[in-house]
């Protein structure tokens, strides 16, 4: 997985664990560190992710020794849980991205379908505010409970596959998940490889419930270009027909 795709597989992965947060406090904020392996190298990755009901806005700035693309170093989700739609925003250029989860699947089988994050995300938008039923599915079980932020957690592990290659490999990766149950909120996550190595890890640094935002927030600014990516596929669709 390289630096590219692991910044990807990143974010689909903290969304899809904190898809449950919505049948939390209404309004909350949290602001945690991960860190990504992507071949090797590590990645720290500061997360700002902000919900005010069915909304919610996630700021990603990125700190490795790798050199990354311009402006890839910081990346702004915006995300509508009641309409299924997402939108990534490009601050230098001042551009947008939409997508609606039938697009993400698409692209999920185009690329293989191997994209274990991009599972998770599907099963657990699928029905949000039953993660603890999702993981029990995925053949979940409880294996202890520990106190994170003041908030009792379950721990929750299974096993989940992980691309090892661009050509379809995959291996399974042992994932652990501290739920704080009062919360419905994931304060924990690791992935490790079947050789124990870490690739991934989160842990939210803090959880501020009851948050008053402006609605500005969780809204694209007026200026920006938004392309819509499920038209977009459908334009070269019909392209390709043509030919």
Known sequence: MNVKKGIIAFSAFFIAVMQPAFSAPKSFEILAESSVNANG??????????????????????????????????????????KKIMYTLMPQQKMAMK???????????????????????????????????????MGGKMVGAESILGYMCDIWAFQQDMP?????????????????????????????SQKKVNLMTMKVKSFKPDVKFAASMFEVPSD???????????QMKNTKSFK
């Open 41 to 82: 190298k590590l990645m720290t990755i500061n997360t700002k992710m902000s919900v005010d009901d069915k909304k919610s806005r996630m700021e990603n700035q990125i700190i490795t020794t790798e050199k990354l693309p311009a402006g890839m170093d910081k990346s702004v989700l915006i995300m509508d849980n009641t």
């Open 99 to 137: 997508l609606d989860m039938d697009t993400m699947k698409k692209m999920q089988g185009a690329s293989g379908g191997n994209n274990s994050s991009m599972n998770l995300s599907n099963d657990f938008m699928s029905n949000p505010d039953q993660l603890k039923e999702q993981v029990k599915k």
């Open 164 to 192: 090892t290659d661009n050509k379809g490999g995959k291996e399974k990766a042992n994932v652990k998940v501290w739920l704080a149950s009062k919360l419905s909120v994931p304060l924990k996550m690791e992935v490790l």
């Open 224 to 234: 920006y270009k938004v392309t819509d990516m499920q038209k977009m596929m459908e």
